[in-house]
Nanobody
Framework: QVQLVESGGGLVQAGGSLKLSCAAS????????VGWFRQAPGKEREFVAG????????AKADSVRGRVTISRDNAKNTVYLQMNSLKPEDTAVYYC????????????????WGQGTQVTVSS
């Protein structure tokens, strides 16, 4: 069992930055790939970025490519999502999810999910 807790969301003006954190507890976190997803009101959940269990390579959605960086610190059991040049369309609840020995791709079967953190970007 892995428990995930997101933090770092908030209200920011367009063009600003936020750094989200996904803190894990439970099993050996370094064995898990982590994906970030988001869901805006009335829209389906979408993949944002992911990082595999070894921290090598990362996947990003086209909508955020060039604006986000995903990284992990296994010593702190935490995965980060740095988001820059934020746009109003980035407004959503952001979730992190974990998959044992996964690739961090949107097609991974993520078994564990956090409760989400709200990101609101004002124009």
């Amino acid at each position: 069992q892995v428990q995930l807790v997101e933090s770092g969301g908030g209200l920011v003006q367009a063009g600003g930055s936020l750094k989200l954190s996904c803190a894990a507890s439970g099993r050996t976190f370094s064995n898990y790939a982590v994906g970030w997803f988001r869901q805006a009101p009335g829209k389906e959940r979408e993949f944002v970025a992911g990082i595999n269990w070894s921290g090598v390579g990362a996947a990003k959605a086209d909508s955020v490519r060039g604006r986000v960086t995903i990284s992990r610190d296994n010593a702190k059991n935490t995965v980060y999502l740095q988001m820059n040049s934020l746009k109003p369309e980035d407004t959503a609840v952001y979730y992190c999810a974990a998959n044992f020995r996964g690739s961090g791709l949107p097609s991974d079967r993520y078994a564990y999910w956090g409760q989400g953190t709200q990101v609101t970007v004002s124009s």
